[in-house]
């Protein structure tokens, strides 16, 4: 399956941005099949778990950084997933990665080095300003 991101930007500290992800080219699957993740990459720094939720929607897990301020979701029918960032920090500046697996049902918490997930797609640059 082919990952899309989009919705970066430059936002003020405090401030609120979605950014989204919408799947395409399995067509052995439905979307639904797959389990989606959020990580992030700062400069310098090795990439890190951010959310992820299972293939139903009904499960859904948080690092404890973002944890009372992102929410992740998903659209089965629009094919995408989605990351709700609010009270943004400076420190959650990066790029913004979106992931999927459909081995991995999302039924329990994922291993944060990201290795539930075969298929990722580009970034998207989230600059938050102080």
């Known amino acids: 399956v082919q990952l899309q991101a989009s919705g970066g930007g430059l936002v003020q500290a405090g401030g609120s941005l979605r950014v989204s992800c919408v799947a395409s080219?399995?067509?052995?699957?439905?979307?639904?099949?797959?389990?989606l993740g959020w990580f992030r990459q700062a400069p310098g720094k090795e990439r890190e778990f951010v959310a992820a939720i299972s293939t139903t929607g009904g499960n859904t897990y948080y690092a404890d950084s973002v944890k009372g301020r992102f929410t992740i979701s998903r659209d089965n029918a629009k094919h995408t997933v989605y990351l709700q960032m609010n009270s943004l920090k400076p420190e959650d500046t990066a790029v913004y990665f979106c992931?999927?697996?459909?081995?991995?049902?999302?039924?329990?918490?994922?291993?944060?080095?990201?290795?539930?997930?075969?298929?990722w797609g580009r970034g998207t640059q989230v600059t938050v300003s102080s």
């Open positions: 992931a999927a697996d459909k081995f991995y049902t999302g039924s329990h918490y994922p291993d944060p080095r990201g290795v539930d997930f075969d298929s």
């Open positions: 080219g399995d067509t052995s699957s439905d979307f639904s099949d797959y389990a």
